[in-house]
């Protein structure tokens, strides 16, 4: 199931819009952030910087390949550094869902 009808094999097709590594900002809070796309295909805003494997939590860990692309580690420990996903820190509060109520 090709994901782009037209995309040639063998060479990445690339993705319109952010580039990996890109400097951008939220859009939410302001912050600064850096644009890296998944495996999956998808873009991923992860925070600036790298942070201490054990400050953050299991499923949240990201490194970034040599080609920029953004790779979840899972539940892997691995010594070191590691990014995150700017979205978990994020200091916006949630997009407002209807029948929410601000305090
Ligand atoms: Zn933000």
Redesign the pocket.
């Known amino acids: 199931m090709p994901a782009g009808a037209g995309a040639r094999p063998g060479r990445a097709a690339r993705p319109r819009g952010p580039r990996a590594g890109g400097r951008t900002a939220?859009?939410?809070?302001?912050?600064a952030?850096e644009w890296h796309p998944t495996l999956r295909g998808r873009w991923l805003?992860l925070e600036p910087g790298e942070r201490p494997v054990s400050a953050v939590p299991p499923g949240r860990r990201w490194r970034i390949a040599g080609d920029g692309t953004a790779v979840g580690l899972g539940r892997a420990f691995p010594s070191g550094t590691c990014r995150v996903s700017?979205?978990d820190?994020?200091?916006?509060p949630p997009v407002s869902l209807p029948g929410a109520v601000a305090g």
């Open positions: 939220c859009r939410r809070c302001g912050a952030a805003l700017h979205v820190g994020c200091d916006a």
